[in-house]
């Protein structure tokens, strides 16, 4: 039989760092996500392998030897990556996130979503409003935010972003892929997500997944 007990541990510690993450941020909504978190540390998925083209490598080496990085590291072969929106045109895949906890995640919560985003370099993820409110903390690589104005404000690790309801936000990236947190509070279906047309004069083409046109 196959001893899950490594990625059993791996799990814990992403939770802890997870919570311990959002609880910094000093946020009533980063508390409140680190209470969900911390409500289940003692859950564990299912573990699956899964195929994905999603290379964490670039977001993980200027973290060395932080345990969230090994955790990452470790539990990687199994994590869920998810795709959703407009997506610079690649052959492969250049933004996904994973869903720790939520409707659709790794683990089942209606309460919340929250899990990790991962933006490859010189990528660019369009305006997107949507009524559940956003907490983005930055583990790894400087990302550039639209946060309501047409600002690109830098977001350096350990900085956060906090959308509210429906406030528009955009990111891009430059040099460095971005590697964040995130979680959904409130209502936290996609009926309200909407995304804006990718800008044409960005010297990048865009296309859209067929696998987006649904949720
Ligand atoms: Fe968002």
Redesign the pocket.
């Known amino acids: 039989m196959q001893d899950f007990s490594t990625l059993d541990q791996a799990w814990l510690s992403l939770f802890d760092q997870f919570a311990l993450r959002f609880d910094a941020t000093g946020t009533e909504h980063g508390r409140e996500t680190a209470r969900m978190v911390r409500a289940h540390a003692d859950a564990r998925p299912k573990w699956h392998l899964c195929a994905h083209d999603v290379v964490l490598a670039g977001a993980l080496a200027p973290l060395y030897q932080d345990p969230l990085a090994q955790a990452l590291e470790r539990l990687s072969p199994f994590l869920v990556w998810q795709t959703r929106g407009v997506f610079t045109d690649n052959e492969h895949t250049n933004r996904a996130y994973v869903e720790f906890m939520g409707p659709d995640g790794m683990l089942y919560s209606d309460q919340v979503r929250l899990g990790i985003y991962w933006h490859d370099r010189h990528t660019f993820y369009p305006r997107?409003r949507?009524e559940a409110v956003?907490l983005y903390h930055i583990v790894s690589g400087t990302g550039f935010w639209q946060h309501v104005t047409d600002t690109w404000t830098p977001r350096p690790p350990n900085s956060y972003v906090l959308?509210q309801a429906n406030e528009d936000?955009a990111t891009k990236t430059g040099a460095e892929p971005l590697l964040a947190l995130w979680s959904w509070l409130g209502d936290i279906s996609f009926n309200s997500y909407s995304m804006d047309a990718a800008p044409t004069d960005s010297g990048m083409g865009f296309r859209d997944f067929p696998s987006n046109q649904s949720g």
């Open positions: 997107h949507h956003e959308h936000h």
